[in-house]
C-alpha cells in the first residue's frame, strides 16, 4: 500500500480508503439495499482493511441516519487499533431532522453536527471534516470561519468539502488565505474511467492549488465490474443492476468496459480492478474510495494497486472514455496547446 500526502498537508492517506456507507441501517428504507452491514462484519472489514495497510476510513453523519458514523467508532475500538494511527473522515450538511436548521453549512449547524458526529464516533478528534454538498444559503466565509474555529478547539485537524464545483473550492480557499483560516485540503468527488466530468474543472484547480481529490463510486455502482454486457443481463447482483444511469450514453460505457477487458486478461485482473488502477494512475488522485461487504471483494477491489497499467494501456483507455470536446474550447485548442508545451 502506498502513502500520498493529503492536498498541502503533512498527513498521510492510503491510496486506497474504506468506504461505509454500507455500515448499520439495516432497518431503514434504502440503506439496508446498500448494505445494512451489522457490527461483526464492520469490525471484519476495519480489521481486513487496517491489515492490508488501509489507513483512511471515509463515512458520513447522514449515512444510515448516524449508524454508520457509530459503527465506525465501535470498530475501531472492538479490533483494538491505535486512534492515532486512524484517519477518520466524516461529513456534513444533509439534513439529519426535519426541522429548518438540522441541514447545510451555517455556522449553528456545523458547531453543533461536529459535536454530534464526535458523540457517534467516540473520539475526542476528527482528523478530515467535510462539508458534504455545497450550501446556496450560506455565504462561504460563514462556513469556513466555522470550520476554522472548529480546527483551532482542536475537534478536527483538517478541513474540505465533498460535490464542491470547481470555482466554488477556488472561491473557498481565497477566502480562507485573506481571512488565514484553515484551507480546504481535500474535495471528494465522483470520478471513473466513464464519468471524467471533473478533469474539465475539478481535476485541473486541485493539482494547481494543491486540493486533494478523493474519489468516490469509482466502480459506479458495480457497473464497471465488469459482470455486465449490454444488455445487463449477467446474473450479478449490484445497486444499479448492470443498467445504465440515464445521465450516461450505454454505448460508450460499454465500449469502455469493452476496452478493458484485454487489458484485464493481459494483467490477469478483473475489469474492476484495471477501472480502480486507471484512477491510481491519474494526475491529481489522492484516494480512491471503494466499499466492500466481505474480504473477498476488499481483496479483489486492493489488488488493483499492483497493477502497473503500460503507456500504451493508458493511451488506449484515454482515447475510448475522452470527455467529447467543447465547442468553445476546441475553437482555441490550438493556441493552448502550443503554449501549454512551455507550462
Keep these: 500500500m502506498q502513502y500520498r500526502r493529503l492536498g498541502k498537508s503533512g498527513l498521510l492517506v492510503s491510496e486506497l480508503s474504506i468506504g461505509t456507507n454500507m455500515f448499520g441501517g439495516g432497518d431503514l428504507p434504502g440503506w439496508k439495499a446498500l448494505g445494512g452491514l451489522e457490527q461483526p462484519e464492520c469490525n471484519a472489514i476495519i480489521k481486513h482493511a487496517f491489515d492490508k495497510g488501509?489507513?483512511?476510513?471515509?463515512?458520513?453523519?447522514?449515512?444510515?441516519?448516524?449508524?454508520?458514523?457509530?459503527?465506525?467508532?465501535?470498530?475501531?475500538?472492538?479490533?483494538?487499533?491505535?486512534?492515532?494511527?486512524?484517519?477518520?473522515?466524516?461529513?456534513?450538511?444533509?439534513?439529519?431532522?426535519?426541522?429548518?436548521?438540522?441541514?447545510?453549512?451555517?455556522?449553528?449547524?456545523?458547531?453543533?453536527?461536529?459535536?454530534?458526529?464526535?458523540?457517534?464516533?467516540?473520539?475526542?478528534?476528527?482528523?478530515?471534516?467535510?462539508?458534504?454538498?455545497?450550501?446556496?444559503?450560506?455565504?462561504?466565509?460563514?462556513?469556513?470561519?466555522?470550520?476554522?474555529?472548529?480546527?483551532?478547539?482542536?475537534k478536527v485537524r483538517y478541513v474540505g468539502c465533498s460535490n464542491f464545483a470547481g470555482w466554488q473550492v477556488a472561491k473557498a480557499l481565497g477566502i480562507s488565505e485573506r481571512k488565514n483560516y484553515a484551507r480546504f485540503d481535500a474535495i471528494e468527488a465522483q470520478w471513473s474511467i466513464i464519468t471524467r466530468d471533473i478533469e474539465r474543472e475539478v481535476v485541473p484547480m486541485g493539482i494547481d492549488l494543491g486540493v486533494g481529490i478523493l474519489v468516490w463510486a469509482p466502480l459506479v455502482s458495480g457497473l464497471l465490474t465488469g459482470k455486465y454486457d449490454r444488455e445487463g443481463k449477467s446474473g450479478a447482483t449490484g445497486r444499479l443492476g448492470g443498467k445504465v444511469p440515464a445521465t450516461l450514453n450505454a454505448d460508450k460505457v460499454f465500449d469502455v468496459i469493452d476496452a478493458m477487458r484485454p487489458i484485464a486478461k493481459a494483467?490477469?485482473?478483473?475489469?474492476?480492478?484495471?477501472?480502480?488502477?486507471?484512477?491510481?494512475?491519474?494526475?491529481?488522485?489522492?484516494?480512491?474510495?471503494?466499499?466492500?461487504?466481505?474480504?473477498?471483494?476488499?481483496?479483489?477491489?486492493?489488488?488493483?494497486?499492483?497493477?502497473?497499467?503500460?503507456?500504451?494501456?493508458?493511451?488506449?483507455?484515454?482515447?475510448?472514455?475522452?470527455?467529447?470536446?467543447?465547442?468553445?474550447?476546441?475553437?482555441?485548442q490550438g493556441t493552448r496547446t502550443d503554449r501549454a508545451r512551455y507550462a
Design 54 to 154: 488501509i489507513n483512511f476510513i471515509d463515512t458520513a453523519d447522514t449515512y444510515a441516519a448516524g449508524q454508520s458514523e457509530q459503527r465506525v467508532g465501535q470498530a475501531i475500538r472492538d479490533v483494538g487499533l491505535n486512534r492515532n494511527d486512524v484517519v477518520i473522515m466524516t461529513k456534513t450538511a444533509g439534513r439529519m431532522r426535519p426541522t429548518p436548521n438540522a441541514i447545510g453549512a451555517s455556522r449553528g449547524y456545523l458547531m453543533s453536527a461536529v459535536d454530534d458526529s464526535l458523540k457517534r464516533l467516540n473520539t475526542d478528534h476528527i482528523d478530515v471534516y467535510l462539508i458534504h454538498h455545497f450550501d446556496a444559503a450560506t455565504p462561504l466565509e460563514e462556513s469556513l470561519r466555522a470550520l476554522d474555529d472548529i480546527v483551532r478547539s482542536g
Design 267 to 332: 494483467h490477469d485482473a478483473t475489469v474492476g480492478q484495471i477501472a480502480i488502477a486507471w484512477l491510481l494512475h491519474q494526475k491529481g488522485t489522492t484516494s480512491v474510495i471503494f466499499g466492500s461487504r466481505n474480504a473477498a471483494q476488499f481483496d479483489e477491489n486492493c489488488a488493483a494497486t499492483d497493477i502497473k497499467l503500460t503507456a500504451d494501456e493508458l493511451a488506449t483507455l484515454d482515447k475510448v472514455s475522452a470527455l467529447p470536446p467543447e465547442y468553445g474550447m476546441a475553437m482555441v
